[in-house]
């Protein structure tokens, strides 16, 4: 089955009804539409631009389901290989920050998504995502929507790679046990509660360091800085921004594999091993090895083959 078709077939099948205008949203309308001329009457629906139209009802839907929160659980897809998995993912990620309407690609997005859990090769911190605002103003009930959806995804991943999780707190103790079913409505429940993100890795899941780096949304403090401290730039104590030791690194490996194109195929594995040296506090060859597999979606290289990866690695990068 192709992309296309799947995203036909769910998109003839996602039908959802929209509640009628309210004053509040002709107020809204009004707002975005006035110039120097005060308007005094309100436009009727017919009159309505189809690109506002599309806003409010997508801004209605993000309501009722924060309101009602239910996450879109399917397994139509059946069983794909983890690189077309990857490959539409990355489409339909696109597609969301080219437009900013994730409600019209979400159940596609979750569907890819859950798939993916259930090979257990690329963790959901090293996939695709649609972007959350780091301010929180820039924030939408959309973006809201993403976060729980991500929380379900984390979840959802715990369970299908058998991961140990000892969550103390009495409401959501099992939510994730392999050995039991698994706990649709606890996970939505657990994703709509209002809790911090890192509450719900460090206190209530009790996740370890190396389950956490594999969440896109169950962070602790530590490990989310730790994810932050790959980025672009820093600033140092004279206030200059400068690159970040993980992209001081890319960048060398970058230069070596166009220097010496038949290594270029190289590049991926040996940037993966790079961040999982970066994200990893006190890192050992065998968890190396294990979260670089989980960053590239494939399985993990053996001891002895990760041992060499990582000699040639730091043989690479030397003197950055």
Not at 21 to 42: G, V
Not at 217 to 231: E, N, P, S, T, Y
Request: glycine share 4%.
């Amino acid at each position: 089955m192709t992309h296309a078709a799947i995203d036909r077939t769910l998109s003839a099948g996602v039908g959802r009804e929209y509640v009628p205008y309210t004053q509040e949203d002709y107020d809204f309308i009004e707002e975005i539409t006035t110039d120097d001329t005060l308007i005094t009457n309100k436009p009727s629906s017919a009159l309505i631009p189809q690109k506002i139209r599309q806003l409010l009802a997508d801004s209605h839907e993000a309501t009722l389901l924060n309101e009602q929160y239910c996450f879109p659980w399917s397994s139509s897809l059946g069983r794909q290989e983890q690189i077309v998995l990857a490959v539409w993912l990355d489409e339909i990620v696109a597609k969301i920050e080219a437009s900013k309407r994730y409600i019209r690609h979400r159940d596609i997005y979750c569907l890819l998504s859950l798939a993916m859990n259930t090979l257990g090769l690329q963790a959901p911190a090293f996939r695709p995502q649609p972007m959350i605002p780091w301010r929180s103003e820039e924030r939408t009930l959309e973006h809201m929507l993403i976060q729980r959806d991500r929380i379900v995804i984390d979840c959802h991943w715990l369970y299908c790679t058998k991961s140990k999780v000892y969550a103390t707190e009495g409401s959501w103790r099992g939510i994730v046990n392999p050995k039991l079913s698994l706990q649709t409505d606890r996970i939505e429940e657990f994703a709509a509660t209002k809790l911090r993100n890192d509450s719900r890795a460090d206190e209530i899941l009790e996740l370890k360091p190396f389950q956490q780096l594999q969440m896109a949304a169950m962070r602790g403090a530590k490990v989310q800085k730790a994810f932050k401290d790959l980025g672009a730039a820093v600033t140092d104590a004279t206030g200059r921004r400068t690159p970040t030791h993980f992209r001081k690194v890319t960048s060398k490996l970058q230069e070596w594999s166009d220097t010496q194109p038949r290594f270029a195929k190289l590049y991926r594995k040996y940037r993966a091993y790079a961040m999982a040296l970066e994200l990893i506090e006190m890192p050992t060859t065998r968890q190396v090895a294990q979260l670089a597999g989980l960053i590239l979606g494939e399985p993990p290289l053996a001891a002895s083959t990760a041992t060499q990866t990582l000699l040639k690695l730091k043989a690479i990068i030397k003197g950055v």
